[in-house]
């Protein structure tokens, strides 16, 4: 079947500590987004993807940092940087940035 | 803010009852998606219109695009228990790459 599998569902991170969130996508899209989504409220921009090797900083980019290195995978690295990085993450994907998004079920991340 | 404001935040209707959303954005647009989140999971995609379209149907849902007030309507008729979940509008802005999501509307069917 295809679509996006972000990995893992929920993540826990120490003080001071780099964490990884993984997406894969096997919809052969060239887009790929990353987003925040806090308790109660809508989605915001991290980073995005149109094309494999180039990527733009979205809404909220301070303490993340992200990599395309192949068309299937986007991953995000939430750094010690991010202050308050207590959320749950969402990928998404799509053929060109105007079509509709196609979402992965989430990783939740909390701070131990 | 570039996102858009849905209508309202939180509703609660009895099964077979029509529910109505509504969504408010500031710029020009390309196209409005709605889409739906069931606790804890991703969006899914369900219905696209573009901004030369007034209306769309898609089964139970009915969306309504006025341009000239940047608004959107979507309703669903003949609600289910199943539909209880998050909606969220998305405006594919005009000179921009991505979509700009809106903050939602919590929709509770009661059986």
């Known amino acids: 079947d295809g679509g996006i599998t972000q990995s893992p569902k929920y993540l826990f991170r120490k003080e001071g500590q780099n964490v990884t969130l993984s997406c894969e996508q096997n919809?052969?899209?060239?887009?790929m987004y990353w987003y925040r989504q806090d308790p109660g409220q809508g989605l915001r921009l991290i980073y995005y993807?149109?094309?494999?090797?180039?990527?733009q900083k979205g809404d909220i980019a301070e303490g993340y940092s992200v990599s395309r290195e192949k068309k299937e995978s986007f991953p995000l690295t939430v750094t010690s940087a991010q202050k308050n990085p207590t959320a749950f993450y969402l990928c998404a994907s799509s053929g060109t940035a105007d079509q509709p998004q196609h979402f992965g079920d989430g990783t939740r991340l909390s701070i131990l | 803010s570039q996102q858009g404001e849905e209508d309202p935040q939180a509703l609660s209707i009895q099964e077979g009852e029509n529910a109505t959303m509504n969504c408010s954005y500031k710029?020009?647009?390309?196209?409005l998606q709605w889409y739906r989140q069931n606790s804890g999971r991703g969006l899914v995609h369900l219905i696209l219109i573009r901004s030369n379209e007034r209306e769309k149907h898609s089964g139970r849902l009915r969306v309504t695009l006025d341009t000239s007030k940047k608004s959107s309507s979507l309703l669903i008729t003949a609600s289910r228990a199943a539909d209880t979940a998050s909606y969220f509008c998305?405006?594919?802005?005009?000179?921009?790459?991505?979509?700009?999501f809106g903050t939602g509307t919590r929709l509770t069917v009661i059986p």
């Open positions: 993807s149109q094309i494999v090797n180039d990527f």
């Open positions: 998305a405006t594919d802005q005009t000179g921009a790459n991505n979509l700009f």
């Open positions: 710029t020009s647009i390309n196209n």
């Open positions: 919809l052969n899209h060239d887009a």
